[in-house]
């Protein structure tokens, strides 16, 4: 993980970046979880991870995503990105860790999300530091705000869903 060039310092990317240590750190339990033989409390941290995630995509989307594929020269690498949420986002929808091929393809999964990360930790947002403009990175943290909002119906501190 890049260190040199700034970028961890903006408010916004240190929230991805802890959303990312959130997310690798219920992966790994649930990794663990599996090895000891322990397939619905891998399941429950695996569901949390989903949720977790769902929101985190969603802010990363709807925010910095968006204005660095407005950039021709991010367009295609920001495409890569939002296809592997989509295709982790379908493996974890219908994930069955009581059936042994589930639980392999989780583990490579868990693994496979370390890759993604470090594309969007090494790649992209030292990109974004030298390519958006002040306004960018305030409708990008805007974006952010809204979908991680406690009113937010689907937000987990949401009081109705409690």
Same mark, same amino acid.
């Given at each position: 993980m890049c260190h040199y060039c700034g970028c961890r310092e903006i408010p916004l990317i240190k929230?991805?970046?802890? %959303?990312?240590?959130?997310?690798?750190?219920l992966a790994g339990?649930?990794?663990?979880?599996?090895?000891? $033989? !322990?397939?619905?409390? /891998?399941?429950?941290?695996?569901?949390?991870?989903?949720? %977790?995630?769902?929101?985190h995509w969603d802010g990363e989307e709807r925010g910095l995503f968006r204005v660095m594929? $407005? !950039?021709?020269?991010? /367009?295609?690498?920001?495409?890569a990105l939002i296809a592997e949420h989509r295709e982790l986002a379908a493996f974890l929808g219908r994930l069955d860790l009581h059936l042994p091929d589930q639980r392999a393809a989780f583990v490579a999964a868990a693994e496979e999300l370390h890759h993604h990360i470090a594309k969007e930790e090494?790649?992209?947002?030292?990109?974004?530091?030298?390519?958006?403009?002040?306004?960018?990175?305030?409708?990008?943290?805007?974006?952010?705000?809204?979908?991680?909002?406690?009113?937010?119906?689907?937000h987990p501190d949401h009081p109705v869903i409690h």
């Amino acid at each position: 993980m890049c260190h040199y060039c700034g970028c961890r310092e903006i408010p916004l990317i240190k929230e991805f970046i802890a %959303e990312h240590e959130s997310v690798t750190d219920l992966a790994g339990k649930a990794v663990r979880l599996l090895e000891r $033989g !322990d397939l619905d409390g /891998a399941g429950r941290l695996a569901a949390r991870m989903a949720e %977790e995630l769902r929101a985190h995509w969603d802010g990363e989307e709807r925010g910095l995503f968006r204005v660095m594929g $407005g !950039d021709p020269e991010y /367009a295609a690498y920001v495409g890569a990105l939002i296809a592997e949420h989509r295709e982790l986002a379908a493996f974890l929808g219908r994930l069955d860790l009581h059936l042994p091929d589930q639980r392999a393809a989780f583990v490579a999964a868990a693994e496979e999300l370390h890759h993604h990360i470090a594309k969007e930790e090494d790649g992209l947002f030292p990109a974004a530091l030298t390519a958006l403009t002040g306004d960018q990175w305030d409708t990008a943290m805007a974006a952010w705000q809204t979908v991680h909002r406690p009113d937010r119906p689907d937000h987990p501190d949401h009081p109705v869903i409690h």
